[in-house]
């Protein structure tokens, strides 16, 4: 399963940021590249999403993002993750997480990252300290659902 989510997530890469969204090529933010590479990795996804605004992890201060996942992937150690699984980061340790993306590169030479965020496409970049010090949950795949 790793493996096919990183090869789908690669495929998203210069899909341009569109928050709510989730259409390859289209417009994706962070959860909706999650969304888009679940579509095609495992199928139809387990649940409506509600609208949401840009600040309703500041705004509403539940874990909700953190929550989802832990309903609908496989919780890991976030030190054991590999290229394939899902990161969640927490911006400020005061505030729920808010990103998200796909782990795609362990190193040597550096960790990368596929992900989305505003006013960017969704890329794979390099996951410097910054990033490193805001991974808060790791998640692999399942196999299936039902």
Do not use: N
């Amino acid at each position: 399963m790793r493996a096919a989510a990183l090869e789908a997530a690669r495929g998203w890469v210069g899909t341009p940021y569109r928050h709510q969204a989730s259409f390859r090529g289209e417009g994706a933010d962070c959860l909706g590249l999650i969304r888009g590479v679940w579509r095609e990795v495992i199928g139809p996804e387990p649940e409506v999403l509600p609208p949401y605004s840009p600040d309703w992890a500041e705004a509403g201060g539940a874990e909700t993002l953190l929550m989802a996942a832990r309903r609908w992937l496989i919780e890991i150690d976030v030190d054991a993750a590999q290229p394939g699984d899902v990161l969640l980061f927490r911006m400020r340790a005061d505030v729920p997480v808010k990103h998200c993306g796909i782990l795609s590169a362990v190193g040597p030479p550096e960790p990368r990252l596929i992900h989305a965020y505003w006013g960017r496409s969704v890329i794979e970049s390099w996951m410097g300290d910054w990033w490193l010090k805001k991974r808060a949950v790791a998640f692999t795949w399942p196999e299936r659902i039902f």
